[in-house]
């Protein structure tokens, strides 16, 4: 319910994993929500222009459209590398993101990256160590499935 109303209905797993619209995706916790715009898709996967970054999502939505997407902050892969390991499956590589900010939040670190969109990814602080991510400024990339984004319309 947002502003005494019912926006969305649903299973618990329908609302958490595919919110209808920026509002209720922000409500239930996604971090990174952002605006866009298709520039090209092939009718199942496509291009989003958000920012200074170009992002795929799986949507039939068409090019030219406006969308709202988003994406949890456990979907996405930190790394130092250009490719990360999997690179087979992934077609998001967002490349020489530059970290913004570091939040130690209990076990876990809050990194927001810079790569064209501030991108929030969760990860543990061991791993971050693993990483040597300890300060602003630090060059990683962020890497994610296309099916991990979200697509609305706006």
């Given at each position: ?16 994993t ?93 990194v927001i ?42």
């Amino acid at each position: 319910m947002m502003d005494g109303r019912i926006v969305q209905s649903g299973t618990p797993k329908e609302i958490f994993t595919l919110p209808e619209n920026e509002g209720v995706a922000r409500f239930i916790g996604f971090e990174n929500v952002f605006a866009g715009k298709i520039s090209h898709t092939d009718g199942r996967t496509a291009v989003i222009q958000s920012g200074r970054a170009d992002v795929y999502g799986e949507t039939t939505l068409p090019s030219g459209a406006p969308v709202a997407w988003c994406i949890r902050t456990e979907d996405m892969h930190l790394h130092r590398k250009e490719r990360y390991e999997d690179a087979s499956k992934v077609r998001n590589h967002l490349r020489g993101g530059t970290v913004a900010k570091i939040t130690l939040v209990g076990p876990k670190q809050h990194v927001i990256v810079d790569c064209g969109i501030p991108l929030e990814v969760v990860v543990g602080w061991r791993f971050a160590d693993r990483l040597k991510v300890k300060r602003g400024g630090d060059q990683v990339w962020v890497s994610f499935h296309p099916e991990a984004v979200h697509v609305m319309p706006r």
